[in-house]
């Protein structure tokens, strides 16, 4: 049997900066994946998804010359030129990363799935080997909900959309989390009708109500239909014509259908009880505040351990496994949950929602400001959306912060620093930042902070 330093168990985000630090010791690696290099952010995820965000913006500000003095004409969208440009950014990437492991000497990339035969052994392409350190980044895969005749109809999941060489005449969307949101609003903005099915009382049912509110305005204002308090009962048809029976009685019709309704762990592909992993009941691998199963030199890394969705945690669940390796203590619980939302304008979000604080017991106080009373926002013609901070009254510490408006993906990390370094708010608020910007009035934002009525 072949033995190695180090195995990582997939090709998601986390081992690339796995990889930055194991080449240079001149350990022994293998890596192991039975797809394509890189996962889903590269191949599926955010790589192409933002690709093609960046296209529809384009198209969108286009269409709406007349708002800042020009005209273009009638805009037309070459969907084939779109797909190209994304497969071009996505590929290279994925590429890329391929070349980087089979250019070092020391990895050795194993094409096939691999399973564990013991806790620190794994089988894969036709191979058995064994490692002193294992990281499993296996990630998650997309979840289909229990729709009656969704076996028998050609569903799309975002690999599959993706996929299609053609626009969706009208793409019907099961599900109005992160995923469906930001796919309806590029593919409307490409021109098909869109319809998004969301099974609870708003969009984005993570976020507080009148962020969620407002971004479902943003959406309907550009078009796309929204059901809310609608679930799915069944479904019938084929890629053209979609039957979709609500369980309210009410029948939708659409050209083809993408089910956006969250993903599974990959923890049941790995044989993960041979390994000897615990795992809880939606089937994540638990681990500890480093990142370490239950079984010695084992870690789980990115979406399978649940301890995060995004490709940022799992790129710090690599630096915390590196660092205690090397005798740190960065830890999970160190950081502050922090993502975006990529529609346009782009949510960013740190910290707690406001239900959340509230929930926690704290003392609440809340500031918000319109993005159409920033005098930046106003200029770029880009005013929909707000800000909105909340801070503990006894502290003086940042408690979370929403930012929906333009660059609030960009803006949402300086919050980020503010509460991991906790910066208190009187001290936040002497800072001077560059004008004209959205970002300069952030500071200027908490002269608006008020209670909140519990």
């Given at each position: 049997m072949e033995s190695f330093d180090h195995i990582i168990l997939g090709t998601g985000q986390a081992t690339g900066t796995l990889l930055g630090r194991l080449i240079p010791s001149g350990d022994t690696i293998a890596v192991i994946e039975g797809n394509k290099v890189g996962g889903s952010c590269v191949n599926y995820g955010c790589t192409p998804t933002k690709t093609m965000v960046a296209s529809a913006r384009a198209i969108h500000m286009a269409r709406r010359g007349d708002v800042y003095g020009f005209t273009t004409g009638s805009v037309s969208v070459d969907y084939g030129r779109v797909r190209e440009r994304m497969n071009e950014i996505r590929n290279g990437a994925s590429n890329g990363l391929e070349q980087w492991m089979e250019g070092s000497e020391n990895v050795e990339l194993i094409k096939g799935w691999g399973q564990f035969t013991g806790p620190k052994t794994i089988k894969a392409g036709g191979r058995q080997i064994k490692g002193d350190h294992i990281y499993i980044n296996t990630g998650t895969r997309p979840f289909a909900p229990p729709i009656d005749g969704l076996d028998s109809v050609p569903w799309m999941d975002s690999e599959r959309l993706l996929a299609m060489e053609e626009l969706p005449e009208h793409l019907l969307i099961i599900g109005g989390g992160y995923i469906g949101v930001e796919f309806s609003q590029?593919?409307?903005?490409?021109?098909?009708?869109?319809?998004?099915?969301?099974?609870?009382?708003?969009?984005?049912?993570?976020?507080?109500?009148?962020?969620?509110?407002?971004?479902?305005?943003?959406?309907?204002?550009?078009?796309?239909?929204?059901?809310?308090?609608?679930?799915?009962?069944?479904?019938?048809?084929?890629?053209?014509?979609?039957?979709?029976?609500?369980?309210?009685?009410?029948?939708?019709?659409?050209?083809?259908?993408?089910?956006?309704?969250?993903?599974?762990?990959?923890?049941?592909?790995?044989?993960?009880?041979?390994?000897?992993?615990?795992?809880?009941?939606?089937?994540?691998?638990?681990?500890?505040?480093?990142?370490?199963?239950?079984?010695?030199?084992?870690?789980?890394?990115?979406?399978?351990?649940?301890?995060?969705?995004?490709?940022?945690?799992?790129?710090?669940?690599?630096?915390?496994?590196?660092?205690?390796?090397?005798?740190?203590?960065?830890?999970?619980?160190?950081?502050?949950?922090?993502?975006?939302?990529?529609?346009?304008?782009?949510?960013?979000?740190?910290?707690?929602?406001?239900?959340?604080?509230?929930?926690?017991?704290?003392?609440?106080?809340?500031?918000?400001?319109?993005?159409?009373?920033?005098?930046?926002?106003?200029?770029?013609?880009?005013?929909?959306?707000?800000?909105?901070?909340?801070?503990?009254?006894?502290?003086?510490?940042?408690?979370?912060?929403?930012?929906?408006?333009?660059?609030?993906?960009?803006?949402?990390?300086?919050?980020?620093?503010?509460?991991?370094?906790?910066?208190?708010?009187?001290?936040?608020?002497?800072?001077?930042?560059?004008?004209?910007?959205?970002?300069?009035?952030?500071?200027?934002?908490?002269?608006?902070?008020?209670?909140?009525?519990?």
């Amino acid at each position: 049997m072949e033995s190695f330093d180090h195995i990582i168990l997939g090709t998601g985000q986390a081992t690339g900066t796995l990889l930055g630090r194991l080449i240079p010791s001149g350990d022994t690696i293998a890596v192991i994946e039975g797809n394509k290099v890189g996962g889903s952010c590269v191949n599926y995820g955010c790589t192409p998804t933002k690709t093609m965000v960046a296209s529809a913006r384009a198209i969108h500000m286009a269409r709406r010359g007349d708002v800042y003095g020009f005209t273009t004409g009638s805009v037309s969208v070459d969907y084939g030129r779109v797909r190209e440009r994304m497969n071009e950014i996505r590929n290279g990437a994925s590429n890329g990363l391929e070349q980087w492991m089979e250019g070092s000497e020391n990895v050795e990339l194993i094409k096939g799935w691999g399973q564990f035969t013991g806790p620190k052994t794994i089988k894969a392409g036709g191979r058995q080997i064994k490692g002193d350190h294992i990281y499993i980044n296996t990630g998650t895969r997309p979840f289909a909900p229990p729709i009656d005749g969704l076996d028998s109809v050609p569903w799309m999941d975002s690999e599959r959309l993706l996929a299609m060489e053609e626009l969706p005449e009208h793409l019907l969307i099961i599900g109005g989390g992160y995923i469906g949101v930001e796919f309806s609003q590029v593919y409307r903005r490409f021109g098909c009708d869109v319809t998004i099915i969301q099974r609870g009382d708003q969009l984005m049912p993570s976020e507080d109500r009148d962020v969620a509110e407002s971004i479902r305005e943003i959406l309907e204002d550009e078009g796309v239909t929204v059901h809310c308090n609608s679930e799915a009962s069944s479904v019938s048809g084929k890629d053209g014509n979609i039957e979709l029976k609500l369980s309210s009685g009410d029948t939708l019709n659409g050209s083809h259908l993408l089910i956006a309704a969250g993903r599974r762990p990959n923890s049941d592909k790995i044989n993960a009880e041979a390994a000897q992993l615990e795992m809880d009941q939606r089937g994540y691998i638990q681990v500890d505040d480093y990142c370490r199963t239950g079984t010695e030199g084992v870690f789980a890394v990115g979406d399978v351990n649940g301890e995060g969705a995004f490709t940022h945690t799992s790129v710090n669940d690599a630096e915390i496994v590196l660092d205690v390796l090397n005798g740190g203590d960065r830890a999970i619980s160190q950081r502050n949950v922090i993502y975006g939302l990529f529609t346009d304008p782009p949510l960013g979000r740190v910290g707690m929602t406001e239900k959340e604080a509230l929930e926690y017991g704290y003392n609440v106080l809340k500031a918000t400001r319109q993005m159409s009373k920033i005098s930046r926002a106003k200029e770029m013609g880009e005013t929909k959306g707000f800000a909105k901070l909340l801070v503990d009254a006894d502290t003086d510490l940042v408690l979370g912060a929403s930012v929906l408006g333009p660059g609030g993906d960009e803006i949402i990390n300086m919050f980020a620093a503010i509460m991991h370094s906790q910066i208190p708010c009187r001290e936040y608020r002497k800072v001077v930042l560059v004008h004209p910007t959205v970002s300069e009035l952030m500071p200027w934002v908490l002269d608006g902070l008020k209670p909140v009525e519990t």
